[in-house]
T-cell receptor, first 110, second 113 residues
Framework: SQKIEQNSEALNIQEGKTATLTCNYT??????LQWYRQDPGRGPVFLLL???NEKEKRKERLKVTFDTTLKQSLFHITASQPADSATYLC?????????WGAGTKLIIKP | DADVTQTPRNRITKTGKRIMLECSQT?????MYWYRQDPGLGLRLIYY???????NKGEISDGYSVSRQAQAKFSLSLESAIPNQTALYFC????????????FGSGTRLTVV
């Protein structure tokens, strides 16, 4: 079955630096991969979707890459700010549903 | 108003009680979902509905049931709550199941004692 792995350890980044989060998956290659932000006690909020034929997608300070050979997506936040602190989830297309990673907690320190 | 509204926000109930979690959406989408989130685990799908007449079990449907009362309303019931159903429950809606992002509600924190 499809499996997604995100770093379970929190990522601590100094304000102003680039934060990079990793999403690895096994088995077949999904056609689409999505990234979400989740704040404590709140529902996930959709950020970006990238298709398998797109190597890179950008939205403001966010950038997502998708390497189907490595079976990996990287999520970058440039010029990070304390307000970017949250848990970031990746999700990929399964047979009839999205399959979700457990998320990586990002902490941006002033 | 929020695009997806869940009620209640928090609920403590006793083992064996029946409880209903409600969800309504104003996005006008046909697809709706119920998820459960536990610490350290990814979101797990309980039930999903592609329209009012199409309801399907997800990966963890045992102990749960749903009702799709209208395009905008999708309720989740725990027929006889047990402590390991203590979790954060989310309702979501989408235009398509993978090509567009999902819109989530704020969640219901359920505690079964």
């Amino acid at each position: 079955s499809q499996k997604i792995e995100q770093n379970s350890e929190a990522l601590n980044i100094q304000e102003g630096k680039t934060a990079t989060l990793t999403c690895n998956y096994t088995n077949y290659s999904p056609a689409y991969l999505q990234w979400y932000r989740q704040d404590p006690g709140r529902g996930p909020v959709f950020l970006l979707l990238i298709r398998e034929n797109e190597k890179e997608k950008r939205k403001e300070r966010l950038k997502v890459t998708f390497d189907t050979t490595l079976k990996q997506s990287l999520f970058h936040i440039t010029a990070s700010q304390p307000a970017d602190s949250a848990t970031y989830l990746c999700a990929l297309r399964g047979n009839y549903q999205l399959i979700w990673g457990a998320g990586t907690k990002l902490i941006i320190k002033p | 108003d929020a695009d997806v509204t869940q009620t209640p926000r928090n609920r403590i109930t006793k083992t064996g009680k029946r409880i209903m979690l409600e969800c309504s959406q104003t996005k006008g989408h046909d697809r709706m979902y119920w998820y459960r989130q536990d610490p350290g685990l990814g979101l797990r799908l309980i039930y999903y509905s592609f329209d009012v007449k199409d309801i399907n079990k997800g990966e963890i449907s045992d102990g749960y049931s749903v009702s799709r009362q209208a395009q905008a309303k999708f309720s989740l019931s725990l027929e006889s709550a047990i402590p390991n159903q203590t979790a954060l429950y989310f309702c979501a809606t989408s235009e398509s199941y993978w090509t567009y992002g999902y819109t989530f509600g704020s969640g219901t924190r359920l505690t079964v004692v």
